[in-house]
């Protein structure tokens, strides 16, 4: 499974510098590349405090620069990042926004909660990620909740990278409002199976990064339930239908009294899935029906 999450944008970062009079914004990709790799802990924490205005007390006395004015510049820095942020995330929104469909009104109160969210976010990848929210919630506004954005502005880039590893085992229903990661499968206990070996069956999740701490990960930040949940008992010949990645899959129980179970998506988890597009994973859909075949047949 991938363990990352691609984006088509191919721009530069830019980064905000300042001289004695002016705010310049300048292209920083080439230098980024160098001071990216190879830096001590100590030299990464002295560079981020002098970009950010906090790397007064290690200048001498002499040559540091009132604390008033250090704070006003702080500030001042802070802002233009700020701006710099969210026109990045607007200039990114816009392709994913139709040029001719009409759409019902955006809600003003929902973009200013939006703005005061996304201002800080710099990193390229999650910009992409918000411009999506921003894009689906203005072309089909109740997309996204104010609980979601919220939920997701605390998730880190690897957070979301783990969103995006989930999205890629689960599973939707027919309404495509209910999202599940199938977890196992087993016939309720009676005389005939009671010595079957297989009478339960454990998806092993962890072969697709998804080990139970990584699943607490995501419970954490309220996406999925971390209690598993069961499919009603199932006849013989019963069927259920579900889309996995875009592709119909149909299950269908090769016994009486067989049963799914599942870690299902949180409300927000199934809003925020809607940022990760499709992209299904033969080897694993393989996987899971060789799991699986001891009580349904997946076609």
Sequence with gaps: MPDEITTSNDSTEK??????KTVVVSDDSNSGKKSSAGLSSQMQLLGLAKKFVLDGALISTEKQMPLEDRARKRERLNHLRQQQNL????????PYCSSSEITARADQDWFNSYITLAEGVSNQIMQELWAKILAGEISKPGSFSLKALKAFRTMSINEAKLLAKACGVAVKDQSKKNIRIISGTYQTPGVLNMFDKKRQVKINLAHWGLSYSELLVLADNNLIFIQETESNVMAKGETVQFSYNGIPLLLTAQKANCVLSFYKFTPIGVELANLIADDPEQEFIDELKRQINHHFDAS
Excluded: P, Q
């Design 15 to 20: 980064v905000v510098v300042e001289t004695d």
């Design 87 to 94: 026109e990045a995330i607007i200039h990114k929104a816009v």
